[in-house]
Every structure is written in C-alpha cells, then in structure tokens.
C-alpha cells in the first residue's frame, strides 16, 4: 500500500515561495504520476501540476507561470515549489498520485494534507 | 472550459436509506474519464470510483457508479453511519485540465 505523507512550512509571507515535499513509502515512485492539488473554501479542489518520474509533467494552465513539481527517485519524494505566494494561494495542499496507464487522470493515493497560510 | 455541476448540494437522509447523487457534465464526457471520491471532514479526498463505474480498491460494494454523455450518478444502495460526508465527482478527460464539480454533502436526517 502506497502511503503519502507531506511536509514544508505552514505559513509564507506574501511574495514568498512556497515549498513542500511529499514522502513516497510502500511502493515505488516509478507505478504513478505525482501530483499537488489544493483546496480552498472559495476555490474548491484544485490540480496544480504533476510530473513522471522519467520527466513527463503537466501543470495547471493557471498556475503553469508559477509552479513547478520535481521528483526525486533516491529519496522516493517529489516536491512542489510555487512561487509569488498571495493570500489567495492559502489553502489545504495535498499531495497524491496518478496511477500510470493507458488512462489516467483519477488519484489516489492521497497524503493526508497540509495547509498553508500567506500572511505576513 | 469543461464544468461539471453536481446536485443537489445537500441531501439529507437516513442510515439504511439509498442516496443518488448526480454530477452533470458541460460537455460530453467519455465515461472512461470520470471519477469519484468521498471527502470527511479533516480528511483528504478518496478515490471511490474512477471510470465511472469501476470501484477503487477496497470500497464496499454498495458504492456504484453510472451514466454517460454528460450525466452520471454516484449510487449508494444501503447507507452507512460512516457514508454521511462530502462527495466529489472529477473529469480527466483532457491531462490540461482536471476539474471537479463543487461536491454534494450528505448529512443525516
């Protein structure tokens, strides 16, 4: 069972870059594609961006100018680094993945969240 | 811009009663791109259903699902204490943009 767990700070100040990592554990990071998605009261849930481990990566259009997701097999961890933090990026951050096939796009697994306040 | 549009917001029932929860598409969606998921409160999402019908490992079989073109239907036949939450449907048809609908919540009656 593939199990997620995420980690970065909890509060950014306002032009600030976020970062945040998410741990891979009981699988390898090569079966999916790794994604961050967020949610806000006002938003709803959100993709961000995800990428392969073999470099394929897509990113939300909306988002595109401002993140970028890595991933790093030694460490089984990807990582998610979103940049001009404003107070309309405060929201819960999960990561999760994207199981590979011949069709994908559903997640799971899911880490269990972390949310992120912009404040100065 | 693909939407999808769940109902009704809320619905409100009883343990041991079936619940149909809709999400309708703003375009025709093939069903091999539409998903499910059950959200509790401090929890993260989790996948129920992918394909529309297809459950997710390990969910019980009184989750179902349905539809095609661009109506379809999260079915839960005898409702648990534990089912009562917020429920999401999500299209992936295109990898440039995933979306969700808002979410239905179910409460208890």
């Known amino acids: 069972q593939v199990l997620l767990q995420e980690s970065g700070p909890g509060l950014v100040k306002p032009l600030e870059t976020l970062s945040l990592t998410c741990t891979v554990s009981?699988?390898?990071?090569?079966?999916?594609?790794w994604i961050w998605l967020r949610q806000s009261p006002g938003k709803g849930l959100e993709w961000i961006g995800y990428k392969h481990y073999s470099g394929s990566n897509n990113y939300n259009p909306s988002l595109r100018s401002r993140a970028s997701v890595s991933v790093d097999t030694a460490k089984t961890q990807f990582s998610l680094r979103l940049s001009s933090m404003t107070a309309a990026d405060t929201a819960m951050y999960y990561c999760a993945g994207m199981p590979v096939g011949p069709i994908f796009g559903w997640f799971d697994p899911w880490g269990q969240g972390t949310l992120v306040t912009v404040s100065s | 811009e693909f939407v999808l549009t769940q109902s009704p917001g809320t619905l409100s029932l009883s343990p041991g009663d079936r619940a149909t929860l809709s999400c309708r598409a703003s375009?025709?969606?093939?069903?091999?791109?539409l998903a499910w998921y059950q959200q509790k409160p401090g929890q993260a999402p989790r996948l129920l259903i992918y394909g529309a019908s297809s459950r997710a490992a390990g969910i019980p079989d009184r989750f179902s699902g349905s539809g095609s073109g661009t109506d379809f239907t999260l079915t839960i036949s005898r409702l648990e204490p534990e089912d009562f939450a917020v429920y999401y449907c999500?299209?992936?048809?295109?990898?440039?943009?995933?979306?969700f609908g808002q979410g239905t919540k179910l409460e208890v009656k």
């Open positions: 009981g699988g390898s990071i090569r079966t999916h594609y």
């Open positions: 375009q025709s969606l093939d069903s091999r791109y």
């Open positions: 999500q299209q992936y048809r295109s990898s440039v943009m995933y979306t």
